[in-house]
């Protein structure tokens, strides 16, 4: 790499392909690897451990003040209270790896009072080392990344992922590709959030979106998202992503055509946080709302449904309340029968 790089990106770089040597050492051995279900479809294997352990040891050991936001250990490592935090995924893409399936990577970003600020995102298959800074752009080893220059989504080849888990919407998820596949020239579902996301820096996809998402899975791609002259946030067009559980990325052009096919799908809620009162939420459903925790208040025209997203109120509300509203709610639509109302339960965003 010929630029001079910020050293908290070298540091990162240098944490990156340490764990890129485990994983592909523990490449050529998978029959004997020893593999976990943290719970149904989604799996651990020691190689995550090992390699988020190498990660976490070489970013504390040049920062030692430092935060941790890790995949498997969470906040267990590192200052709870730094404004600077790491936000790491150490196998991007297990279930892949553990199938040999060359897709999958080790994703590092540095955030700055919650701004991500530096980002690396290594695939040791194929030895691609993707980093940004921001406001120094993004680049592929030494190539200077940009996002695709298509204007018509129709021309366009879209990255995806496809639900997984036990609890995941899978009717709303096809309703989603039945909305986006006639759109557009190609569908793919690699199974690497991460890489999809620096595909679509680097142009070799002209947009992506999925939900279900955690910070890990995105946070460093984000960046190599924007610094390649792309846009990214939820599926309604807003910045706030990171923490809300859906993503869209795409170049400008095609990034509005994206937003006006996922909006109706949107379940933006507010996420390891209480919302505060008075805040907007976008297009939450009320089967959303009770899984989360949240308690929504009509706006004024009345629209409830997830097809056309309005802006409704919402505070957090205790389980205590939330079951007793859901008791009160079901009495009234006795009493109201034929017309019923409120919650009938739905799958829950986490």
Not at 228 to 243: Q, V
């Given at each position: ?313 919402a505070t957090r509300i205790s389980k205590e309340t939330m079951a007793a509203e859901k008791q009160a709610a079901a009495e009234a639509d006795r009493k109201a029968a034929p017309r019923p109302r409120g919650p009938r339960g739905g799958d829950a965003p986490f």
């Open positions: 790499m010929s630029q001079a790089l910020h050293p908290m990106l070298n540091t990162a770089i240098k944490a990156a392909r340490s764990a890129g040597a485990i994983i592909n050492r523990a490449s050529l051995d998978l029959d004997i690897l020893k593999v976990n279900a943290k719970s149904p479809n989604d799996f651990v294997t020691e190689v995550d451990h090992k390699a988020e352990a190498v990660i976490i040891e070489t970013l504390l050991g040049a920062y030692p003040g430092h935060g941790i936001l890790a995949e498997e250990s969470g906040r267990e490592h590192g200052a709870k209270d730094s404004e600077f935090v790491w936000i790491i995924d150490p196998l991007d893409g297990t279930t892949n790896f553990i199938h040999g399936f060359p897709v999958y990577c080790v994703s590092i970003a540095l955030a700055h009072r919650g701004q991500v600020q530096q980002a690396v995102v290594y695939d040791p298959t194929r030895n691609d080392l993707f980093f940004a800074s921001k406001g120094r752009g993004a680049f592929l080893n030494d190539r200077r990344l940009r996002v695709s220059k298509r204007t018509r989504l129709t021309e366009c080849l879209v990255s995806t992922g496809f639900p997984f888990r036990k609890g995941d919407n899978f009717k709303r998820y096809m309703q989603m590709m039945e909305a986006v596949m006639p759109a557009c020239a190609g569908l793919r579902r690699p199974g690497s959030a991460a890489l999809d996301l620096c595909y679509v820096a680097a142009g070799y996809t002209d947009g992506f979106f999925e939900n279900g998402l955690s910070p890990w899975d995105i946070a460093a791609g984000s960046l190599m998202v924007t610094e390649a002259g792309g846009l990214i946030g939820n599926f309604t067009g807003e910045a706030d992503y990171l923490y809300q559980r859906e993503c869209l990325a795409a170049s400008p052009r095609i990034y509005g055509q994206l937003v006006a096919l996922l909006s109706p799908f949107t379940h933006v809620i507010a996420a390891d946080a209480a919302v505060a009162p008075g805040e907007t939420t976008v297009g939450i459903t009320p089967e959303d709302a009770l899984a989360a925790g949240v308690k929504i208040e009509r706006d004024p025209s009345g629209a409830t449904s997830p097809a056309a997203p309005v802006k409704r109120v």
